[in-house]
């Protein structure tokens, strides 16, 4: 328990009420007391700035939350529009692949043919540059499909997605009527 003294105690010191000695305590107590009040206004003011800061944090983090989100479902459409590019391209790849073979497979029967006609008849000249003139025309379709084909790949990531060159069925097929007639039958004129 602490001393407790009484005005009969600070008399006997020496001191008198009124004096110097007890209107400097009063000032120190006033000063403490001053100081306490400044400390709770000071406390009540940090405690404030601690709870904006705190929604201020919160806040942030739900930002961030969402951010997080956001760069999910991009990464996702990101991961999706890359896959979607890879099947197309290999479907374009397979299809022009397809194509060539095709054509090439044709250009070596057309050559074939020619070799078969030439033999044949020397004198059916005009059938055999119209062969000849056929295969050069589809060796260039050939090139100009070659040619789509790396201009769409440069292309396909622009957007722009140009339809390549058709070589008809039909017109395979009339080429390969005309070489059997034409071996068929070597005094037959070109249509």
């Given at each position: 328990m602490t001393n407790v003294y009484t005005l009969k105690d600070i008399n006997?010191?020496?001191h008198?009420?009124?004096?110097?000695?007890?209107?400097?305590?009063?000032?120190?107590?006033?000063?403490?007391?001053s100081s306490k009040a400044e400390i709770n206004d000071l406390c009540e003011k940090l405690l404030a700035k601690n709870s904006e800061?705190?929604?201020?944090?919160?806040?942030?983090?739900?930002?961030?939350?969402?951010?997080?989100?956001?760069s999910t479902k991009v990464r996702s459409q990101l991961?999706?529009?890359?896959?979607?590019h890879s099947e197309s391209q290999r479907g374009l790849e397979a299809k022009y692949?397809?194509?060539?073979?095709?054509?090439?497979?044709?250009?070596?029967?057309?050559k074939r043919k020619a070799t078969?006609?030439?033999?044949?008849s020397s004198a059916d000249k005009?059938?055999?540059?119209?062969?000849?003139?056929?295969?050069?025309?589809?060796?260039g379709k050939l090139e100009d499909i070659d040619l789509e084909r790396t201009y769409h790949d440069l292309d396909?990531?622009?957007?722009?997605?140009?339809?390549?060159?058709?070589?008809?069925?039909s017109e395979i097929e009339s080429l390969r009527l005309k070489l059997e007639r034409a071996n068929e039958d070597p005094g037959l004129q070109n249509d």
């Open positions: 006997n010191k020496g008198r009420l009124g004096s110097a000695y007890e209107q400097e305590l009063e000032k120190k107590l006033y000063t403490t007391l800061y705190s929604e201020r944090e919160e806040d942030i983090e739900n930002k961030i939350s969402q951010l997080n989100t956001s991961i999706s529009e890359r896959k979607s692949t397809a194509e060539i073979q095709s054509l090439k497979s044709e250009i070596k029967t057309l078969l006609a030439q033999k044949a005009v059938q055999i540059l119209s062969l000849e003139t056929k295969i050069r025309e589809l060796e396909v990531m622009g957007g722009v997605v140009e339809e390549p060159a058709q070589i008809s069925s």
